[in-house]
């Protein structure tokens, strides 16, 4: 029976509903019947795209709404698959006994199952809904303890029902667009010919975080207390202290030096004690690498990935996106548009704090050359200066991290940093130092100890070759394209300051 | 500049390198030649696969062999965009003493850039090579020291060098299809309709692995013992004791509640004490939910994912599956080829039982109804008794989780677990216990504390419904389909007892 079902069940997914109706009519044993009902069942979302007026169908959910008329009763069912519910409309005189028990257990949140026929929606915003024959409730839920009810819910509140808020209209969108987002990044990647590695998280080099990295341990510290010694590495699980990563570059690094063309895309953690609407202790970065590449290919790549990213939302997240649009952020939409459509302006950080200075009494940092620029200046750059997304390059190289390339003039690194409008920057990159004696020097001018990078220095010695790439926080892109302001409701179980809950 | 470069690259990726090769013939200044030759640069996959006999290209990758006849000079180019490289051919007398100087430098190892004419290759197992006009070393590769030489290398010796190791036809075979299997699992949900959810890696609740979770920190170690006092978590980070999550079950069926049909696939960790070939402290995880599913719809779903996985790399990573079938594991093709086409047989954990009890000598664990089944039993039942793929179900409830749907002879479970020939277990999963009352006496029949479980339990108050899922360990299934043996070859860098180099 089950190859049958399965095979029924694909069919069905495939659309052809209409010939498992046929079969269904036929003669079949109960239990047959049931099993096939069971693939007639599609997700709203199809119900809903599909819109085969006339269909014989079973809809599960859970209730948004519920509402009653003189003449019927009104169940908005959403089953996650779509911004959008399905409207399932019972007549309120012929009903049933059992469908009336059903009903009134039906609050806003309980489960059930609706079976009837698909037909054309009087109402507007809809091209289909269900006249309901019959309703079962799978799983109730008592109206006095839900904590989500009909009203809006501040998303404060819904980060302290973290395990209940994806049910929301606003959580269930972003999760959803963060589903679409990560798999627009892998296809980005793998149409380009770049492999996805999987970089470690535990790592014994606290390389680039110092004091901002968590120690992972197995050490009993109960018992190390006791003990009154010092901790000794050697008898932790790994025979070193170790810690959480805070970037999968310098390790992907060695794979772009052997596969060419790589990428990470995993978590990543800081400890910083930052209590903010941008800050998490977990995080999940994306970090492409490519060998035989310099700045302006590493630009090129992060202007194409930003506009297919943006592109891809749009194309595909038509109704969560204008919910944000609509609610969240009012002219999302259109900015994400010009984002997509516009040249990137290129800048460098020289001519950048030319600009800078220009205004430099608006500033509540005054710009000048050296500093490290701040998000009021990044934003006066893409907003102001250019009006659009612009990639300023070549940074001091004190403002930069070692492993970027020395130019010619001894005093700028070959960093990009690509700046939008509303956020600053979005992007970080540089080509990176391959030459093995600059290297060794940068690293030393840090004043860090080349020993534990021994196996990042050989890669410069053993056929290296120029070679670039670039980061990207996957919920700062997260916030930009849904609008929402706050980190923590962009990612489904935020870990921040005295917070693991969940 | 920039622009035209991009677009042009643009048109470059797409396969129309012949209007490219027009413009440049056109005069252009130099500076504009030399970034449009670097548009000409292709992948040595696209070089192959295209094939346009007659081209110039220009290809940089590093130097898998060099070898010399009387008259000529032959360097085998690898870019690590596919198992092959391209085979560059120099006249061994026509060559200018620039090439003569780069080509002694060429060692195994180097990065160059060779530029030449593409022709029909006289040798077998090639259509095209490279009648090379010019090579320019970009990284040296000095041979005295260089670990990878022309001859084999252990596997074990490798994994001393991780950093380099992915320039073995092994281990960059091993990298590539785990890109591809990673792809295929995203692929696959995303046709489906599933979510992808990032769960948690940092928690707070030692649910499931306890004893065998590691501990995260920011607390000052070596200040604590000097404290003598006891480890007061309200300071440490999260405000509580914090651990690495070993699974993102519990966290990912909220999400099934919300959302239907989701997934995970991220790092779990187990600081399990076992130095084998088959753990890993770090390790990827594949896990989908999906909601108003029982037991057969995840069965149904786990044959469906196991035969598309498979499909998958047949279909496309042609290379490096015929490079393991050949040298690591003869027979492998075949083997997925039959698990691919097979329907999967079921079978109750008791069915299995009596089948065992027959052949009870002939094992190290004699097995009885109540016994966990050992991986001798259980390749005994799908390589001896069923000749094929199995699912075995409905295990005795002492076997297995908490959070399983207790079956109505109140003694079994609707767990499964699916086994292949050669490896045993695949994939574990289950239907889940989606009635509180139920729930909570399970929790409390396994001895755990049911309040850390608040939220999870919330879950079966708040519109409960049917749901099922299961787990596919991402290592486990690149050692099928590679056919390596030690899990530590196909991650890239492997995290495991006393192991947290690079």
Redesign the interface.
């Known amino acids: 029976m089950?190859?049958i079902?399965?095979h029924l069940?694909?069919v069905a997914?495939a659309g052809t509903l209409a010939i498992l109706q046929i079969i269904l009519r036929r003669g079949l044993g109960q239990k047959a019947k049931k099993m096939l009902l069971?693939c007639l069942?599609k997700?709203i979302?199809?119900i809903l795209a599909e819109a085969s007026v006339g269909s014989a169908i079973t809809a599960?959910?859970?209730?948004r709404t519920k509402r009653e008329t003189k003449n019927a009763i009104f169940i908005e069912l959403n089953?996650?698959?779509s911004f959008n519910g399905l409207q399932c409309v019972f007549d309120a005189h012929g009903l049933s006994k059992e469908n009336a028990a059903a009903l009134s257990r039906s609050n806003t949140?309980?489960?059930l199952?609706v079976s009837g026929t698909l037909i054309d929606s009087p109402a507007s915003g809809q091209a289909v809904e269900l006249k309901a024959d019959s309703v079962t409730v799978?799983?109730?839920?008592?109206a006095d303890?839900?904590p989500?009810q009909k009203k809006a819910h501040s998303l404060e509140f819904l980060r302290e029902i973290?395990?209940?808020r994806?049910?929301t209209n606003t959580i269930?969108a972003a999760?959803?667009m963060?589903?679409e987002m990560?798999?627009a990044v892998?296809s980005f990647f793998?149409e380009?010919?770049f492999?996805?590695?999987?970089?470690?998280?535990?790592?014994?080099s606290d390389c680039e975080g110092a004091g901002e990295?968590?120690?992972?341990?197995?050490?009993d510290?109960?018992a190390?207390?006791k003990?009154?010694?010092?901790?000794d590495y050697a008898k932790d699980?790994?025979?070193?202290k170790?810690y959480?990563s805070v970037s999968g570059q310098l390790?992907v690094e060695?794979?772009a030096?052997?596969?060419?063309?790589v990428y990470t895309f995993?978590?990543t953690?800081r400890?910083e004690?930052s209590n903010t609407t941008r800050h998490l202790?977990?995080f999940?970065m994306i970090e492409p690498e490519f060998?035989?590449a310099e700045l302006?290919?590493n630009?090129?790549l992060a202007?194409?990935f930003i506009k297919y990213l943006f592109g891809w939302a749009m194309e595909r997240c038509g109704e969560d996106l204008a919910f944000f649009d609509k609610r969240v952020q009012p002219g999302l939409i259109a900015m994400l548009e010009e984002v997509k459509n516009k040249?990137f302006a290129?800048m460098s950080y020289t001519d950048a704090v030319k600009e800078l200075e220009k205004k430099s009494s608006s500033f509540e940092f005054k710009p000048y050359w050296g500093c490290d620029l701040q998000s009021e200046h990044e934003r006066y750059l893409t907003e102001s200066v250019i009006g659009g997304p612009v990639i300023v390059t070549d940074y001091p190289k004190e403002l930069k991290a070692f492993y970027m390339r020395l130019n010619e003039d001894g005093k700028t690194v070959r960093a990009m940093d690509v700046l939008v409008p509303r956020i600053g920057e979005i992007i970080g990159g540089s080509e990176r130092e391959?030459r093995y004696d600059v290297l060794l020097e940068n690293i030393k001018a840090k004043g860090l100890d080349p020993e534990p990078y021994w196996?990042?220095l050989?890669?410069?010695?053993?056929?290296?070759?120029?070679h670039s790439g670039f980061g990207l926080g996957f919920e700062r892109l997260l916030r930009y394209v849904t609008g929402l302001e706050n980190i923590r409701d962009v990612?489904?179980?935020p870990?921040a300051?005295?917070?693991?809950?969940?």
């Open positions: 089950y190859s079902i399965t069940y694909k997914k069971l069942m997700d979302k199809n599960k959910g859970w209730v089953d996650g698959s949140g309980a489960a199952s799978i799983g109730e839920c008592p303890s839900y989500l973290a395990h209940l994806p049910r269930g999760a959803r963060r589903d990560a798999y892998h793998h380009r010919g492999r996805y590695i999987h970089t470690p998280i535990i790592t014994a990295m968590f120690q992972v341990t197995n050490l510290l109960d190390l207390v003990s009154g010694q010092p901790a699980f790994f025979g070193k170790a959480l390790n060695c794979y030096l052997a596969l060419g063309k995993g978590p953690f400890a004690n202790a977990e999940w060998s035989f302006p290919d630009m090129a202007e194409e040249k290129h391959y196996w990042y050989e890669l410069r010695k053993f056929g290296s070759a120029p990612i489904p179980f870990r300051v005295k917070q693991a809950e969940f």
